[in-house]
């Protein structure tokens, strides 16, 4: 009983708190987990091509922060806008963008998560709270 207990008030704490995403700084050095009053997080990706010259830039944040001026030249629309989670893809002018929304907490993030260890916490919470 005890078990479930914890877990129900682990589960009431993150709707109290809300959507967390990655969020990248804004000279894109470094990023920190923080929380949104967003629905959305988001992660785009411009792959560039120039003279030969290939360059790749990634940016994370809240689905509120991402501005129509950053996706409307690429006919693209914001995570608001688009309703949705998933992936949109565009290319013009030797850029290719890619905006992938999402709705879970650091859903954004470039980490996986090992199911493994989720598990063994599990069974370890188990055994430590009967």
Not at 5 to 30: H, M, P
Not at 49 to 60: A, L, N, P
């Amino acid at each position: 009983m005890k078990f479930i207990t914890i877990i129900g008030l682990f589960a009431c704490i993150s709707v109290v708190i809300g959507l967390k995403c990655v969020i990248t700084s804004d000279d894109g050095s470094s990023t920190s987990n923080q929380p949104c009053n967003s629905k959305y997080c988001y992660t785009v990706s411009y792959n560039r091509q120039s003279d030969g010259v290939k360059t790749d830039e990634t940016y994370h944040g809240c689905g509120d922060q991402i501005s129509d001026d950053d996706v409307r030249p690429y006919n693209a629309k914001t995570c608001d806008e688009y309703g949705k989670t998933g992936t949109q893809k565009a290319d013009r002018d030797g850029v290719h963008v890619e905006l992938y929304c999402c709705t879970s907490d650091l859903c954004n993030s470039a980490t996986t998560f090992s199911f493994l260890g989720i598990f063994a916490f599990v069974i370890l919470s188990k055994v430590i709270f009967s």
